[in-house]
């Protein structure tokens, strides 16, 4: 509910407030006396698109504040947690303009785009009259409006529609990576069958690279170490000291003790070169290899790095290589089989919206008839009994909400051709159908405040009077402001305020006076009369105020 309007420099108006209520709020006054400002003010601080120079002729800027109240589940708390505000029970909203056409929003003192103060007002205000471009008479609404009207629930819809596109995305996409596939399918099968023949494993390139190292080394140093071999066995040193031993040990008896101890380090050498022997006879072994081994080691080495060049990966990367080649290889083996699985997915998600479309559709059909026998019964008390209003539904192209395109045409005379609200109906006539299609489409309260813009325009009498009770039915679950010159309609109103416009020197401004029971009179009978209010007007304003 909109709980208050300041205004501040804006047009004629230097100060301003309107404190509003609960229920019917009725604005009138003079032809000229600033009630359209009222309506532009508002219409700045909600961010709609409307007049530029609204600056005060001398003031340094404008500045507008309006001030609601949200109750809890209010559409404009889900808006602003988008925006990143924190609102609870109550948004301030705050706009300032400037002469060179600078302008400023904030919500609760918090700066925001004038999109994000669109979005939200949205959500508060919804404003009707002959030139209403944003609500009934927009033909890009009217299937959100029957769809309301009819309780349909379009989110399993709208999922289905996701899934449509998710299925033939991903078709699509399968589709795009086997034609890529079959642009290398040569490149892959040779590849593939390349690194399976040679079947790398990780570590291997460093085991042979060590293998090879160590051969090559070995291959250099076994000569020597034969040689050593030579020289420490039978034709050499042991052969040399075995001889020495024997020629000692024959004259040992005769040297009277003098050889004994040479013969002892000679004993003792001997076992010393044995387990040199037996060392060097070891290595040997070990340095013993096959030169066919070498050059097989050399041979895969060689291999695995060039194919890791040649598809520039790591050696021991290659394995892994191989399986993803393989795998790609594999899914263009499978491509239509695959394919054929998707396209059935696609199909079988292209169906299942079809058939949920048609659902949506039907029920749309139906309340179709609904809003149009209650259009019926809500335009004969407004004098238009002869009018025919019709909801029509025409084909659309699919998308996330149905197959739909949702038309409110009218024909306002019997035989005449029906169509479009906006483009039939003349300035009297489309007041009363968008008051009577509002009364038909509002089934409770929707947390909006309705604002009404001499909706009563070209009525008078009984039908003046039915367009204002309408208003206070819309009223007894909504906040509805209404600007009118109508006298029925005013004395209906549960608040009413008479805007002025009074001169002072060379200052022309507008004022707004909230009015008791006494002023009330005084307004409608003024609104019955004209300039010069008579004691039948009186009479006939307490009637109507009691009726």
């Given at each position: 509910?909109?709980?208050?309007?300041?205004?501040?420099?804006?047009?004629?108006?230097?100060?301003?407030?309107?404190?509003?209520?609960?229920?019917?709020?009725?604005?009138t006054?003079?032809?000229?006396a600033?009630?359209?400002?009222?309506?532009?003010?508002?219409?700045m601080?909600?961010?709609?698109?409307?007049?530029?120079?609204?600056?005060?002729?001398?003031?340094?800027?404008?500045?507008?504040t309006?001030?609601?109240?949200?109750?809890?589940?209010?559409?404009?708390?889900?808006?602003?947690?988008?925006?990143?505000?924190?609102?609870?029970?109550?948004?301030?909203?705050?706009?300032?303009?400037?002469?060179?056409?600078?302008?400023?929003?904030?919500?609760?003192?918090?700066?925001?785009?004038?999109?994000?103060?669109?979005?939200?007002s949205e959500?508060l205000?919804?404003?009707?009259?002959?030139?209403?471009?944003?609500?009934?008479?927009?033909?890009?609404?009217?299937?959100?409006?029957l769809?309301?009207?009819?309780g349909?629930?379009l989110?399993?819809?709208?999922?289905?529609?996701?899934?449509?596109?998710?299925?033939?995305?991903?078709?699509?996409?399968?589709?795009?990576?086997?034609?890529?596939?079959?642009?290398?399918?040569?490149?892959?099968?040779?590849?593939?069958?390349?690194?399976?023949?040679?079947?790398?494993?990780?570590?291997?390139?460093?085991?042979?690279?060590?293998?090879?190292?160590?051969?090559?080394?070995?291959?250099?140093?076994?000569?020597?170490?034969?040689?050593?071999?030579?020289?420490?066995?039978?034709?050499?040193?042991?052969?040399?000291?075995?001889?020495?031993?024997?020629?000692?040990?024959?004259?040992?008896?005769?040297?009277?003790?003098?050889?004994?101890?040479?013969?002892?380090?000679?004993?003792?050498?001997?076992i010393?070169?044995?387990?040199?022997?037996?060392?060097?006879?070891?290595?040997?072994?070990?340095?013993?290899?096959?030169p066919?081994?070498?050059?097989?080691?050399?041979?895969?080495?060689?291999?695995?790095r060039?194919?890791?060049?040649?598809?520039?990966?790591?050696?021991?990367?290659?394995?892994?290589?191989?399986?993803?080649?393989?795998l790609?290889?594999?899914?263009?083996?499978?491509?239509?089989?695959?394919?054929?699985?998707?396209?059935?997915?696609?199909?079988?998600?292209?169906?299942?919206?079809?058939?949920?479309?048609?659902?949506?559709?039907?029920?749309?059909?139906e309340?179709?008839?609904r809003?149009?026998?209650?259009?019926?019964?809500?335009?004969?008390?407004?004098?238009?009994?002869?009018?025919?209003?019709?909801?029509?539904?025409?084909?659309?192209?699919?998308?996330p909400?149905?197959?739909?395109?949702?038309?409110?045409?009218?024909?306002?005379?019997?035989?005449?051709?029906p169509?479009?609200?906006?483009?039939?109906?003349?300035?009297?006539?489309?007041?009363?159908?968008?008051?009577?299609?509002?009364?038909?489409?509002?089934?409770?309260?929707e947390?909006?405040?309705?604002?009404?813009?001499?909706?009563?325009?070209?009525?008078?009498?009984?039908?003046?009077?039915?367009?204002?009770?309408?208003?206070?039915?819309?009223?007894?679950?909504?906040?509805?402001?209404?600007?009118?010159?109508?006298?029925?309609v005013a004395?209906?109103?549960?608040?009413?305020?008479?805007?002025?416009?009074?001169?002072s020197?060379?200052?022309?401004?507008?004022?707004?006076t909230?009015?008791?029971?006494?002023?009330?009179?005084?307004?409608?009978?003024?609104?019955?009369?004209?300039?010069?209010?008579?004691?039948?007007?009186?009479?006939?304003?307490?009637?109507?105020?009691?009726?």
């Amino acid at each position: 509910m909109l709980r208050s309007l300041e205004i501040r420099d804006i047009l004629i108006v230097d100060r301003l407030v309107l404190d509003l209520g609960p229920g019917l709020n009725v604005l009138t006054g003079e032809t000229g006396a600033g009630k359209s400002i009222l309506l532009d003010a508002l219409g700045m601080v909600l961010g709609w698109k409307g007049r530029a120079d609204l600056v005060r002729q001398g003031a340094e800027r404008g500045e507008v504040t309006a001030v609601f109240d949200l109750p809890a589940g209010h559409p404009a708390l889900a808006a602003l947690e988008a925006a990143g505000i924190a609102a609870e029970g109550e948004l301030i909203l705050r706009r300032t303009a400037h002469p060179d056409g600078r302008r400023q929003a904030y919500a609760n003192d918090r700066r925001v785009t004038a999109e994000a103060l669109r979005t939200v007002s949205e959500t508060l205000v919804e404003l009707h009259g002959q030139h209403d471009d944003r609500g009934l008479l927009n033909p890009r609404g009217h299937r959100a409006l029957l769809d309301a009207f009819a309780g349909v629930d379009l989110a399993p819809l709208r999922a289905l529609w996701s899934a449509q596109r998710q299925a033939r995305d991903t078709l699509y996409e399968a589709e795009a990576q086997i034609a890529r596939a079959k642009t290398e399918e040569d490149f892959l099968r040779h590849a593939v069958a390349e690194l399976k023949k040679l079947d790398p494993k990780p570590g291997e390139e460093a085991a042979l690279d060590s293998r090879r190292r160590g051969m090559q080394a070995a291959a250099r140093i076994r000569e020597d170490v034969a040689r050593a071999l030579a020289a420490l066995s039978d034709d050499g040193a042991e052969g040399r000291m075995r001889d020495a031993q024997r020629w000692l040990e024959d004259v040992a008896d005769r040297a009277e003790g003098g050889l004994d101890a040479p013969l002892a380090a000679l004993g003792r050498a001997m076992i010393e070169l044995a387990e040199a022997q037996a060392g060097v006879e070891a290595c040997l072994e070990v340095l013993e290899f096959n030169p066919a081994e070498l050059e097989a080691a050399e041979e895969r080495l060689f291999a695995i790095r060039a194919l890791a060049r040649k598809h520039a990966v790591a050696p021991d990367d290659l394995a892994g290589h191989t399986q993803a080649l393989t795998l790609r290889l594999q899914a263009l083996d499978a491509g239509e089989a695959g394919l054929s699985r998707l396209s059935a997915a696609v199909v079988e998600a292209e169906a299942a919206y079809a058939d949920a479309a048609r659902r949506v559709s039907a029920l749309r059909a139906e309340a179709a008839v609904r809003l149009d026998r209650a259009m019926a019964a809500e335009l004969a008390p407004l004098k238009m009994e002869r009018a025919v209003f019709a909801t029509v539904l025409s084909a659309a192209e699919p998308g996330p909400e149905g197959q739909d395109q949702i038309t409110f045409t009218v024909a306002t005379n019997p035989g005449a051709p029906p169509g479009p609200l906006n483009r039939i109906a003349s300035g009297g006539e489309l007041s009363r159908f968008l008051l009577a299609l509002k009364v038909c489409l509002t089934g409770g309260g929707e947390g909006l405040t309705m604002i009404f813009d001499e909706i009563d325009r070209g009525v008078g009498g009984a039908t003046a009077d039915a367009v204002g009770r309408r208003l206070k039915a819309l009223a007894e679950t909504a906040q509805v402001l209404v600007v009118t010159h109508s006298p029925q309609v005013a004395a209906l109103g549960a608040h009413h305020w008479r805007v002025e416009k009074r001169i002072s020197g060379d200052s022309t401004l507008s004022t707004v006076t909230a009015l008791d029971a006494v002023a009330r009179v005084e307004e409608i009978a003024r609104m019955l009369s004209g300039d010069t209010v008579t004691d039948a007007a009186r009479q006939a304003a307490r009637a109507l105020l009691q009726s």
